[in-house]
């Protein structure tokens, strides 16, 4: 496509309950980033995709995160049993250099 | 570990030049860039420095001294417009691969 698709762009979720968040990157992108930003914070660094080579999963906030991307193109975070605190808008980035990310519009995501 | 420290908030006359500075802690560094938010958008990217010097596009500069892992974004002949939020991010290289990490932001508010 031509830009960052995020789905949903918003979500709201009781609390405890899974949520599945989307990211759709510029085709032939190979790597892909997820970032959470919490209102007036700056960007979190959460897991990166680069090819076909492991994620660099160190970002995650705790073991209820989960990220895959298949076939090299599109992302799915995963955040199990969600908590208020994971309440934040998420960002995904994809680029085809090694620098100069293209952000997605972010889903919002609100934890009741 | 990596950090990156910039201003929090900076105010500037509408027509006048700002300077946003930016410094970083990292092993394996590789280039500095920063984007531009603004508020309920993505981030779009801006420029990036892997050598240092200055690079200049359009109204905006950004500067790179690797001795003194010290980079700024210099912003000419404000506009209204320029009102957001702007991310310096380090791009390293380690054991786990390529990682690129945001300072917390510098609002900046123009005024006429």
């Known amino acids: 496509g031509a830009g960052v698709s995020q789905s949903p762009s918003n979500k709201v979720t009781e609390k405890g309950k899974d949520v599945e968040l989307r990211c759709d990157p510029i085709s032939g992108h190979t790597a892909l980033y997820w970032y959470r930003q919490s209102l007036g914070q700056g960007l979190e660094f959460l897991i990166y995709?680069?090819?076909?080579?492991?994620?660099?999963k160190s970002g995650l906030p705790s073991d209820r995160f989960s990220a895959e991307r298949t076939g090299g193109s599109v992302s799915t975070l995963t955040i199990q049993r969600t908590q208020q605190e994971d309440s934040a808008v998420y960002l995904c980035?994809?680029?085809?250099?090694?620098?100069?990310?293209?952000f997605g519009s972010g889903t919002r995501l609100t934890v009741v | 570990g990596q950090s990156l420290e910039q201003p929090s908030e900076v105010t500037a006359v509408e027509g006048a030049i700002v300077q946003i500075n930016c410094t970083y802690q990292?092993?394996?560094?590789?280039?500095l860039s920063w984007y531009q938010q603004h508020d309920g958008g993505a981030p779009t990217f801006l420029s990036y420095?892997?050598?240092?010097g200055l690079e200049e596009t359009g109204r905006f500069s950004s500067f790179l001294s690797r001795s003194d892992s010290y980079g700024y974004l210099l912003l000419q002949e404000l506009q209204m417009k320029d009102s957001a939020s702007y991310f310096c991010?380090?791009?390293?290289?380690?054991?786990?691969?390529?990682?690129?990490?945001f300072g917390a932001g510098t609002r900046l508010f123009v005024k006429a």
């Open positions: 995709f680069q090819g076909n080579s492991a994620p660099d």
């Open positions: 991010a380090v791009r390293s290289l380690n054991t786990g691969g390529f990682k690129t990490i």
């Open positions: 990292t092993s394996g560094f590789y280039g």
């Open positions: 980035a994809s680029s085809s250099k090694n620098y100069g990310y293209t």
């Open positions: 420095n892997a050598l240092d």
